[in-house]
């Protein structure tokens, strides 16, 4: 099975030859992160999961632009932002529901149940467990929102 980063550099070959110039600026951008993660790790290979950190914080910095973009009414900037996150978001895994996040969250809550009694560890604890089963298939702030749900009424 190939890797993800092997994914992505099929893709950029296949962008290069359909002259995608949106797909090719960003898939070249995050493969120069993953160079530069791999780096920091001692010239190791980054795993899928490590790739899709890569990938989700490029994601959010081409958001936060184009929200940028917008206020400052470049709406040809913010357009190009939105097109490169809506390619990158291509690589990403399956978005979990709210309901499979919940399911998620209570699944390894009760792991903890007796355990960590604290509710600030409790969230602490769920949090970290799900994002090592689940990286990059649900936006943290909805897993945070979810959560905190549970934790006030459990």
Same mark, same amino acid.
């Given at each position: 099975?190939?890797?993800?980063?092997?994914?992505?550099?099929?893709?950029?070959?296949?962008?290069?030859?359909?002259?995608?110039?949106?797909?090719?600026?960003?898939?070249?951008?995050?493969?120069?992160?993953?160079?530069?993660?791999?780096?920091?790790?001692?010239?190791? $290979?980054?795993?899928? !999961?490590?790739?899709?950190?890569?990938?989700?914080?490029?994601?959010?910095?081409?958001?936060?632009?184009?929200?940028?973009?917008?206020?400052?009414?470049?709406?040809?900037?913010?357009?190009?932002?939105? $097109?490169?996150?809506?390619? %990158?978001?291509?690589?990403? !895994?399956?978005?979990?529901? !709210?309901?499979?996040?919940? $399911?998620? %969250?209570?699944?390894?809550?009760?792991?903890?149940?007796?355990?960590?009694?604290? !509710?600030?560890? %409790?969230?602490?604890?769920?949090?970290?467990?799900?994002?090592?089963?689940?990286?990059?298939?649900? $936006?943290?702030?909805?897993?945070?929102?979810?959560?905190?749900?549970?934790?006030?009424?459990?």
């Amino acid at each position: 099975m190939k890797s993800l980063k092997e994914t992505i550099q099929e893709s950029f070959i296949v962008a290069m030859k359909a002259k995608d110039e949106t797909a090719k600026s960003a898939i070249s951008g995050v493969k120069a992160k993953i160079t530069e993660a791999e780096k920091a790790n001692g010239n190791k $290979d980054l795993s899928d !999961p490590e790739v899709i950190k890569v990938i989700a914080k490029a994601i959010k910095q081409r958001r936060e632009s184009q929200e940028i973009y917008e206020k400052a009414g470049r709406g040809e900037l913010a357009k190009k932002e939105c $097109d490169e996150a809506c390619v %990158l978001e291509s690589f990403m !895994p399956k978005q979990m529901s !709210p309901q499979e996040i919940t $399911d998620s %969250l209570i699944e390894i809550m009760q792991g903890f149940s007796g355990v960590v009694t604290n !509710p600030n560890a %409790l969230m602490g604890k769920t949090i970290g467990e799900f994002n090592k089963r689940y990286t990059g298939r649900a $936006d943290i702030g909805t897993v945070k929102m979810l959560l905190s749900n549970l934790v006030e009424v459990g």
